[in-house]
Protein backbone atom coordinates (compact mmCIF):
# COMPACT_ATOMS: atom_id res chain seq x y z
CA UNK A 1 0.00 0.00 0.00
CA UNK A 2 1.98 3.20 -1.18
CA UNK A 3 -1.37 5.65 -0.53
CA UNK A 4 -0.90 8.41 2.12
CA UNK A 5 -4.78 9.57 2.69
CA UNK A 6 -5.38 13.00 3.66
CA UNK A 7 -8.93 14.87 5.11
CA UNK A 8 -10.77 16.98 4.75
CA UNK A 9 -10.51 17.53 0.59
CA UNK A 10 -11.66 20.79 1.12
CA UNK A 11 -12.02 22.93 3.69
CA UNK A 12 -13.62 26.40 4.16
CA UNK A 13 -12.74 28.53 7.16
CA UNK A 14 -13.17 31.90 8.78
CA UNK A 15 -10.41 33.72 10.39
CA UNK A 16 -11.72 33.29 13.99
CA UNK A 17 -12.00 29.66 13.56
CA UNK A 18 -9.93 26.68 14.64
CA UNK A 19 -9.58 23.61 12.60
CA UNK A 20 -7.18 20.80 11.79
CA UNK A 21 -5.84 19.09 8.39
CA UNK A 22 -5.13 15.16 8.34
CA UNK A 23 -2.77 13.22 7.57
CA UNK A 24 -2.29 9.15 7.73
CA UNK A 25 -0.04 6.52 5.91
CA UNK A 26 0.55 3.10 6.44
CA UNK A 27 3.56 2.15 4.65
CA UNK A 28 6.41 2.07 7.98
CA UNK A 29 7.56 5.67 7.27
CA UNK A 30 9.09 7.74 9.60
CA UNK A 31 9.30 11.00 7.84
CA UNK A 32 6.41 12.96 7.05
CA UNK A 33 6.28 16.31 5.60
CA UNK A 34 3.67 18.84 5.44
CA UNK A 35 3.78 21.28 1.66
CA UNK A 36 1.81 24.44 0.97
CA UNK A 37 0.98 24.68 -2.76
CA UNK A 38 -0.43 28.38 -4.01
CA UNK A 39 -2.19 28.22 -7.74
CA UNK A 40 0.67 27.65 -10.58
CA UNK A 41 3.54 27.52 -7.71
CA UNK A 42 5.96 24.44 -6.85
CA UNK A 43 4.77 23.08 -3.37
CA UNK A 44 6.77 24.75 -0.48
CA UNK A 45 8.18 22.54 2.35
CA UNK A 46 6.36 23.91 5.48
CA UNK A 47 7.93 21.19 8.24
CA UNK A 48 9.13 17.78 8.71
CA UNK A 49 8.65 15.23 11.21
CA UNK A 50 11.66 12.55 11.89
CA UNK A 51 10.34 9.68 14.22
CA UNK A 52 7.93 11.62 15.44
CA UNK A 53 9.88 14.42 16.13
CA UNK A 54 9.90 17.91 14.52
CA UNK A 55 12.90 18.30 12.89
CA UNK A 56 12.26 21.28 10.23
CA UNK A 57 10.17 24.19 10.60
CA UNK A 58 11.00 26.29 7.66
CA UNK A 59 10.27 29.53 9.69
CA UNK A 60 6.27 29.28 9.10
CA UNK A 61 3.99 31.09 11.27
CA UNK A 62 2.55 30.29 14.27
CA UNK A 63 -0.89 30.00 13.19
CA UNK A 64 -0.24 26.52 11.52
CA UNK A 65 1.15 24.40 14.08
CA UNK A 66 2.16 20.70 13.13
CA UNK A 67 1.49 17.29 15.50
CA UNK A 68 2.59 13.77 14.99
CA UNK A 69 0.70 11.84 17.46
CA UNK A 70 2.17 8.63 15.75
CA UNK A 71 4.53 7.37 13.35
CA UNK A 72 1.61 6.69 10.82
CA UNK A 73 -0.35 9.88 11.49
CA UNK A 74 0.85 13.52 10.95
CA UNK A 75 -2.00 16.55 11.76
CA UNK A 76 -1.66 20.39 10.45
CA UNK A 77 -3.74 22.38 12.89
CA UNK A 78 -4.97 25.94 11.92
CA UNK A 79 -5.54 28.93 13.80
CA UNK A 80 -6.38 32.50 12.97
CA UNK A 81 -5.23 31.92 9.64
CA UNK A 82 -5.32 34.66 6.79
CA UNK A 83 -6.87 35.14 3.72
CA UNK A 84 -3.35 34.57 2.09
CA UNK A 85 -3.14 31.18 3.42
CA UNK A 86 -5.65 29.73 1.05
CA UNK A 87 -3.59 27.11 -0.40
CA UNK A 88 -3.27 23.34 -1.35
CA UNK A 89 -1.90 21.68 1.95
CA UNK A 90 0.03 18.47 1.05
CA UNK A 91 1.17 15.94 3.12
CA UNK A 92 4.29 13.36 2.37
CA UNK A 93 6.15 10.57 3.95
CA UNK A 94 9.02 8.65 3.03
CA UNK A 95 11.64 6.33 4.75
CA UNK A 96 14.24 7.97 6.87
CA UNK A 97 17.42 7.27 5.24
CA UNK A 98 18.32 8.20 1.68
CA UNK A 99 17.22 8.46 -1.20
CA UNK A 100 13.92 9.94 0.55
CA UNK A 101 11.32 8.97 -2.20
CA UNK A 102 8.72 10.88 -0.95
CA UNK A 103 4.76 9.31 -1.41
CA UNK A 104 2.45 12.78 -1.47
CA UNK A 105 -1.03 12.93 -0.30
CA UNK A 106 -3.24 14.35 -2.73
CA UNK A 107 -4.19 17.32 -0.98
CA UNK A 108 -6.67 19.71 1.36
CA UNK A 109 -7.70 22.28 -0.28
CA UNK A 110 -8.10 25.25 1.68
CA UNK A 111 -10.14 28.35 1.35
CA UNK A 112 -9.73 31.62 4.16
CA UNK A 113 -12.66 34.04 4.23
CA UNK B 1 20.30 24.56 -0.53
CA UNK B 2 20.96 23.83 -4.03
CA UNK B 3 18.73 24.58 -6.29
CA UNK B 4 17.32 23.53 -9.77
CA UNK B 5 16.96 25.43 -13.28
CA UNK B 6 14.04 23.65 -15.62
CA UNK B 7 12.81 25.16 -18.58
CA UNK B 8 9.26 26.37 -18.13
CA UNK B 9 7.03 24.64 -20.59
CA UNK B 10 8.17 21.57 -23.20
CA UNK B 11 5.75 20.35 -26.04
CA UNK B 12 5.68 16.62 -27.72
CA UNK B 13 3.53 14.64 -30.03
CA UNK B 14 2.06 11.70 -28.30
CA UNK B 15 4.43 8.76 -28.77
CA UNK B 16 7.49 10.60 -29.53
CA UNK B 17 10.27 10.33 -27.11
CA UNK B 18 10.43 13.11 -24.88
CA UNK B 19 14.03 14.64 -22.73
CA UNK B 20 13.50 17.00 -19.97
CA UNK B 21 16.50 18.70 -18.84
CA UNK B 22 17.28 19.75 -15.57
CA UNK B 23 20.38 21.85 -14.14
CA UNK B 24 21.99 21.43 -10.69
CA UNK B 25 25.26 22.94 -10.60
CA UNK B 26 25.53 23.37 -6.59
CA UNK B 27 24.64 19.69 -6.83
CA UNK B 28 26.78 18.28 -3.26
CA UNK B 29 28.27 15.04 -3.46
CA UNK B 30 24.80 13.29 -1.59
CA UNK B 31 22.19 14.94 -2.93
CA UNK B 32 20.29 12.49 -4.82
CA UNK B 33 18.65 13.87 -7.67
CA UNK B 34 14.72 12.71 -7.93
CA UNK B 35 12.09 13.58 -10.67
CA UNK B 36 8.08 14.37 -9.58
CA UNK B 37 5.49 15.12 -12.14
CA UNK B 38 1.70 16.62 -11.10
CA UNK B 39 -0.98 15.98 -12.69
CA UNK B 40 -3.76 18.86 -12.44
CA UNK B 41 -5.84 18.28 -9.35
CA UNK B 42 -3.65 15.60 -7.81
CA UNK B 43 -0.58 15.93 -5.55
CA UNK B 44 2.80 15.32 -6.76
CA UNK B 45 4.04 11.78 -8.20
CA UNK B 46 7.38 10.33 -7.56
CA UNK B 47 8.61 9.36 -11.17
CA UNK B 48 11.78 8.51 -10.32
CA UNK B 49 15.59 8.93 -8.86
CA UNK B 50 19.60 8.62 -8.95
CA UNK B 51 22.70 9.82 -7.64
CA UNK B 52 25.68 8.95 -10.23
CA UNK B 53 24.40 6.58 -12.27
CA UNK B 54 21.68 6.13 -15.19
CA UNK B 55 18.42 4.31 -14.09
CA UNK B 56 15.51 3.37 -15.98
CA UNK B 57 12.40 2.51 -14.15
CA UNK B 58 8.81 1.49 -15.97
CA UNK B 59 7.60 5.24 -15.94
CA UNK B 60 10.96 7.16 -17.40
CA UNK B 61 14.73 6.75 -17.70
CA UNK B 62 16.81 9.40 -15.92
CA UNK B 63 20.69 10.27 -17.88
CA UNK B 64 23.09 11.95 -14.97
CA UNK B 65 25.84 13.90 -16.44
CA UNK B 66 28.98 12.66 -15.22
CA UNK B 67 29.94 15.51 -13.65
CA UNK B 68 26.44 15.46 -11.80
CA UNK B 69 25.37 19.05 -12.62
CA UNK B 70 22.80 18.21 -14.69
CA UNK B 71 20.64 15.45 -15.65
CA UNK B 72 17.51 14.87 -18.24
CA UNK B 73 14.38 12.67 -17.68
CA UNK B 74 13.47 10.81 -20.71
CA UNK B 75 9.76 9.73 -21.39
CA UNK B 76 10.42 6.91 -23.91
CA UNK B 77 7.32 7.24 -25.91
CA UNK B 78 5.14 10.83 -24.84
CA UNK B 79 1.25 9.59 -24.07
CA UNK B 80 -1.93 12.15 -23.19
CA UNK B 81 -1.60 11.14 -19.49
CA UNK B 82 2.06 12.36 -19.25
CA UNK B 83 0.91 15.97 -19.71
CA UNK B 84 2.12 17.53 -16.41
CA UNK B 85 4.06 19.61 -14.45
CA UNK B 86 7.46 17.73 -13.90
CA UNK B 87 9.86 18.73 -11.04
CA UNK B 88 13.28 18.17 -10.66
CA UNK B 89 14.25 18.47 -7.14
CA UNK B 90 17.59 17.66 -4.96
CA UNK B 91 16.95 15.45 -1.60
CA UNK B 92 19.30 16.89 0.91
CA UNK B 93 19.93 14.76 3.75
CA UNK B 94 18.86 16.05 7.15
CA UNK B 95 18.35 14.22 10.67
CA UNK B 96 16.58 11.36 9.37
CA UNK B 97 14.71 12.89 6.44
CA UNK B 98 15.33 14.46 3.22
CA UNK B 99 14.95 17.92 2.80
CA UNK B 100 13.72 18.93 -0.77
CA UNK B 101 13.20 22.17 -2.76
CA UNK B 102 10.70 22.19 -5.48
CA UNK B 103 11.76 24.56 -7.87
CA UNK B 104 9.44 25.91 -10.86
CA UNK B 105 9.30 22.42 -13.05
CA UNK B 106 8.65 22.35 -16.53
CA UNK B 107 5.03 22.34 -17.53
CA UNK B 108 5.08 19.59 -20.24
CA UNK B 109 2.08 19.41 -23.32
CA UNK B 110 1.49 16.99 -25.34
CA UNK B 111 0.13 17.15 -28.60
CA UNK B 112 -2.14 14.11 -30.14
Known amino acids: ?113 | DAKTTQPNSMESNEEEPVHLPCNHSTISGTDYIHWYRQLPSQGPEYVIHGLTSNVNNRMASLAIAEDRKSSTLILHRATLRDAAVYYCILSVIRTNAGKSTFGDGTTLTVKP
Open chain 1, 1 to 113: DTEVTQTPKHLVMGMTNKKSLKCEQHMGHRAMYWYKQKAKKPPELMFVYSYEKLSINESVPSRFSPECPNSSLLNLHLHALQPEDSALYLCASSQEQPPYEQYFGPGTRLTVT
